[in-house]
């Protein structure tokens, strides 16, 4: 048995990879066909949302969860029938299940004792994690008595004393309040850059997967939609639910017709034509849809608002405006379709007014309406 | 100026606008409830009480009550058989929540941990709490009859000496101490199963990623997360041991002799074979004092420490 735990030695990081690993639940397919390589060392966030396969990801590479089909690794061991102690990985709940009758120091030691550890290497190691994650002072004390923060750490505490391969952790901040999640978060990062350590980390939540990953998969109905570093993803969306999710708020996704307008591609909204200048030009050429129709995409912060008719703007009326102190969103109506824009505060729009948009084709983005997938 | 002198209205004469019976609903709800307790309840403990304190003669002209202060309590404490069965109670007691605890339990963990056919299981198991207990200790009685009973009856087939299980001393006690565990065990099994399948999953999978060991989880998981329904079970059943009346009466009235006199029987064998219902009542009254003082420190001292938001 210590011999499969340490079958890369403690302490060392390892990488990750799924190979079409499925999972099916009766009738119902929670992951389908996952392929994934994740580095030594590498931070990767699966991000979706409820329902989309990350958690059950996460807890096939955990063990907690058996796998239908494929080949999960966590270095060369194909871990796929191992049970979770096995695997040499440590976990970190969104509940934090910590040994509530535990003190926070037996909370720490646990993993260790379990493996039969000596007590002064023990005692060694809990005093070095708890000065890392900074809960010297509250070693005496019970979860009971601690914080929703306190335990938070006493529950990564708990994962990184075991120096495991892999780090695994379920929507670690979700329980806590929005300023320490901020705070916490930040910590996070660099504790995990410190360790160097391989982690999967699950979240929902479009701001943690951004400021936390390395890279960033996301998830959608048991299927991977992309997987990239989080400024690429954002700036270059693979799919029309990668547009649609990512971004706070969403990228506006536009029902448009692909014409020509004399000879020079163009795109239709509502009455609208407007020039799709060289580079959506080029990929309105490679829609693959019969007939003319296609999804345009257009980042809330790229759409600017104009008091009168210019070239190649769409007429609108505004349909709300809301305030968010150095910004403000305001949502345009035009033509049935509702377009969202973020402009300065000081922007003057108010409900009702007629309003022309107009964005630069060159920051738009083109899906076809089939696939749903991103055209270049 | 028209819709505030309608409120005024509204707020001047409520007596007008709402009836009697209205006003006064909580109060009627209440008060079959309020009768039932005052006459069937209150009024008794009330009497005992005076009881009590005063020596109850009864005469053919009725009942005649001299008040005598505290002697009943004083004959009590000093009275041999009144001692004797505080020990058999409290041996009663702690020996039948004990074994029904651990059964319970044992079964609790066994069908949590998905055997099969459990469901049916279920259901058997809540015969014995839905049966009343006078009839189960005639059946057991029945049972444990030394001639034709069931039980001597299987021994014998293996070879094993009939035993007396009713008329021995050394045995009785034991012998009802058993049907008291056959009826009460699916009462604490019940329990702690419902508590066991509440229990959240996460520590137990963080503990399986630990590397724990079943006994380890066991003790280190399940364990502390039973602790506040677990003591909720055994101060359930300890004070309704100790009130132990209806087994021992149908099976053996108190004997082989007062080898298995309870408080309760004391109590009964004072006031209804010895009429002595001044002695009997104050008996009766310590045994409910203790009880009270007993459960209070129990759910002070032992329940405060898990009545704090259950931790995961």
Same mark, same amino acid.
């Given at each position: 048995?210590? *011999?499969?735990?340490? %079958?890369?030695?403690?302490?060392?990081?390892?990488?990750?990879?799924?190979?079409?690993?499925?999972?099916?639940?009766?009738?119902?397919?929670?992951?389908?066909?996952?392929?994934?390589?994740?580095?030594? /060392?590498?931070? !990767?966030?699966? !991000?979706?949302?409820?329902?989309?396969?990350?958690?059950?990801? #996460?807890?096939?590479?955990?063990?907690?969860?058996?796998?239908?089909?494929?080949?999960?690794?966590?270095?060369?061991?194909?871990?796929?029938?191992?049970?979770?102690?096995?695997?040499?990985? $440590?976990?970190?709940?969104?509940?934090?299940?910590?040994?509530?009758?535990?003190?926070?120091?037996?909370?720490?030691?646990?993993?260790?004792?379990? *493996?039969? #550890?000596?007590?002064?290497?023990?005692?060694?190691?809990?005093?070095?994690?708890?000065?890392?994650?900074?809960?010297?002072?509250?070693?005496?004390?019970?979860?009971?008595?601690? %914080? /929703?923060?306190?335990?938070?750490?006493?529950?990564?505490?708990? $994962?990184?004393?075991?120096?495991?391969?892999?780090?695994?952790?379920?929507?670690?901040?979700?329980?806590?309040?929005?300023?320490?999640?901020?705070?916490?978060?930040?910590?996070?990062?660099?504790?995990?850059?410190?360790?160097?350590?391989?982690?999967?980390?699950?979240?929902?939540?479009?701001?943690?997967?951004?400021? !936390?990953?390395?890279?960033?998969?996301?998830?959608?109905?048991?299927?991977?939609?992309?997987?990239?570093?989080?400024?690429?993803?954002?700036?270059?969306?693979?799919?029309?639910?990668?547009? /649609?999710?990512?971004?706070?708020?969403?990228?506006?996704? #536009?029902?448009?017709?692909?014409?020509?307008?004399?000879?020079?591609?163009? !795109?239709?909204?509502?009455?609208?034509?407007?020039?799709?200048?060289?580079?959506?030009?080029?990929?309105?050429?490679?829609?693959?849809?019969?007939?003319?129709?296609?999804?345009?995409?257009?980042?809330?912060?790229?759409?600017?608002?104009?008091?009168?008719?210019?070239?190649?703007?769409?007429?609108?009326?505004?349909?709300?405006?809301?305030? #968010?102190?150095?910004?403000?969103?305001?949502?345009?109506?035009?033509?049935?379709?509702?377009?969202?824009?973020?402009?300065?505060?000081?922007?003057?729009?108010?409900?009702?007014?007629?309003?022309?948009?107009?964005?630069?084709?060159?920051?738009?983005?083109?899906?076809?309406?089939?696939?749903? *997938?991103?055209?270049? | 100026?028209?819709?505030?002198?309608?409120?005024?209205?509204?707020?001047?004469?409520?007596?007008?606008?709402?009836?009697?019976?209205?006003?006064?609903?909580?109060?009627?709800?209440?008060?079959?409830?309020?009768?039932?307790?005052?006459?069937?309840?209150?009024?008794?403990?009330?009497?005992?009480?005076?009881?009590?304190?005063?020596?109850?003669?009864?005469?053919?002209?009725?009942?005649?009550?001299?008040?005598?202060?505290?002697?009943?309590?004083?004959?009590?404490?000093?009275?041999?058989?009144?001692?004797?069965?505080?020990?058999?109670?409290?041996?009663?007691?702690?020996?039948v929540?004990?074994?029904?605890?651990?059964?319970?339990?044992?079964?609790?963990?066994?069908?949590?941990?998905?055997?099969?056919?459990?469901?049916?299981?279920? &259901?058997?198991?809540?015969?014995p709490?839905?049966?009343?207990p006078?009839?189960v200790s005639l059946m057991w009685f029945?049972m444990y009859?030394?001639?034709?009973?069931?039980?001597?009856?299987?021994?014998?087939?293996?070879?094993?000496?009939?035993?007396?299980w009713l008329?021995?001393?050394?045995?009785a006690l034991y012998a009802m101490m058993a049907v008291d565990v056959w009826q009460a065990t699916?009462?604490?099994?019940?329990?702690?199963?419902?508590?066991?399948?509440?229990?959240?999953?996460?520590?137990?999978?963080?503990?399986?990623?630990?590397?724990? &060991?079943?006994?380890?989880?066991?003790?280190?998981?399940?364990?502390?997360?039973?602790?506040?329904?677990?003591?909720?079970?055994?101060?359930?059943?300890?004070?309704?041991?100790?009130?132990v009346?209806d087994k021992i009466?149908v099976m053996?009235?108190?004997?082989?002799?007062?080898?298995?006199?309870?408080?309760?029987?004391?109590?009964?064998?004072?006031?209804?074979?010895?009429?002595?219902?001044?002695?009997?009542?104050?008996?009766?009254?310590?045994?409910?004092?203790?009880?009270?003082?007993?459960?209070?420190?129990?759910?002070?001292?032992?329940?405060?420490?898990?009545?704090?938001?259950?931790?995961?």
């Amino acid at each position: 048995m210590m *011999r499969l735990l340490g %079958s890369r030695g403690e302490g060392r990081s390892a990488p990750v990879s799924f190979e079409r690993v499925c999972k099916r639940f009766g009738a119902v397919t929670a992951v389908d066909d996952l392929s994934l390589e994740v580095p030594n /060392g590498e931070m !990767l966030v699966l !991000l979706g949302p409820s329902g989309c396969g990350k958690t059950t990801s #996460l807890r096939m590479l955990a063990g907690l969860e058996s796998i239908t089909g494929g080949t999960i690794r966590i270095g060369e061991t194909v871990v796929n029938a191992l049970p979770p102690r096995a695997r040499d990985i $440590a976990m970190v709940f969104q509940s934090y299940a910590l040994y509530s009758h535990l003190t926070v120091y037996e909370n720490l030691a646990y993993p260790l004792r379990v *493996r039969k #550890l000596s007590k002064a290497e023990i005692d060694h190691r809990v005093r070095d994690v708890a000065q890392v994650v900074q809960i010297e002072e509250l070693l005496d004390r019970k979860p009971r008595a601690l %914080s /929703g923060g306190q335990r938070q750490r006493v529950a990564l505490g708990r $994962a990184i004393i075991r120096r495991p391969a892999v780090f695994l952790m379920d929507e670690p901040l979700s329980n806590l309040d929005a300023k320490l999640r901020l705070h916490t978060r930040g910590e996070l990062k660099r504790f995990q850059r410190e360790l160097a350590t391989t982690t999967i980390y699950v979240t929902h939540d479009q701001a943690e997967a951004m400021t !936390l990953a390395d890279r960033v998969a996301i998830m959608n109905g048991g299927v991977l939609q992309q997987v990239g570093p989080p400024k690429e993803v954002y700036a270059r969306p693979a799919s029309v639910f990668v547009a /649609g999710f990512l971004g706070s708020p969403p990228m506006n996704l #536009l029902a448009v017709e692909a014409t020509s307008d004399h000879g020079a591609p163009s !795109l239709r909204i509502g009455e609208t034509p407007i020039p799709a200048g060289d580079r959506l030009g080029a990929s309105i050429s490679r829609l693959r849809t019969n007939g003319n129709a296609a999804i345009l995409g257009v980042r809330p912060e790229d759409v600017v608002l104009h008091r009168t008719e210019e070239p190649g703007s769409v007429p609108s009326e505004v349909f709300v405006v809301e305030d #968010l102190g150095n910004e403000r969103l305001v949502t345009l109506n035009a033509a049935g379709q509702y377009v969202v824009a973020r402009v300065h505060a000081d922007a003057p729009a108010e409900m009702g007014d007629r309003l022309w948009f107009a964005f630069d084709p060159g920051r738009a983005h083109l899906f076809d309406p089939l696939t749903e *997938r991103r055209v270049d | 100026m028209a819709s505030e002198a309608a409120v005024a209205e509204r707020h001047a004469t409520p007596a007008q606008i709402v009836p009697w019976w209205e006003r006064n609903l909580a109060w009627l709800l209440v008060a079959p409830m309020i009768v039932m307790f005052v006459v069937f309840a209150l009024l008794p403990s009330l009497t005992a009480i005076l009881f009590a304190f005063s020596h109850i003669k009864l005469t053919r002209g009725g009942m005649q009550r001299t008040f005598i202060g505290v002697d009943n309590f004083q004959r009590a404490l000093e009275d041999p058989i009144v001692r004797q069965s505080a020990g058999i109670t409290l041996k009663w007691a702690l020996v039948v929540t004990t074994v029904e605890i651990l059964l319970g339990l044992g079964l609790a963990l066994l069908l949590a941990h998905g055997v099969r056919g459990r469901g049916v299981f279920t &259901s058997l198991l809540i015969i014995p709490i839905i049966m009343p207990p006078v009839a189960v200790s005639l059946m057991w009685f029945f049972m444990y009859e030394p001639n034709f009973g069931v039980i001597n009856y299987l021994l014998n087939q293996v070879g094993l000496p009939s035993v007396l299980w009713l008329s021995d001393p050394n045995i009785a006690l034991y012998a009802m101490m058993a049907v008291d565990v056959w009826q009460a065990t699916p009462f604490a099994f019940l329990l702690l199963y419902a508590a066991i399948l509440s229990l959240p999953r996460d520590p137990y999978e963080a503990a399986a990623i630990d590397g724990a &060991s079943r006994w380890h989880i066991f003790r280190t998981v399940t364990l502390p997360l039973l602790l506040p329904v677990l003591g909720v079970v055994v101060l359930l059943r300890l004070i309704d041991a100790a009130r132990v009346f209806d087994k021992i009466f149908v099976m053996t009235r108190g004997g082989p002799g007062s080898s298995a006199y309870t408080t309760t029987l004391t109590v009964y064998v004072e006031a209804f074979n010895k009429y002595d219902f001044g002695y009997a009542s104050a008996i009766s009254f310590m045994f409910q004092v203790v009880l009270v003082i007993f459960g209070t420190i129990y759910v002070r001292r032992v329940m405060a420490d898990y009545s704090a938001p259950a931790e995961s």
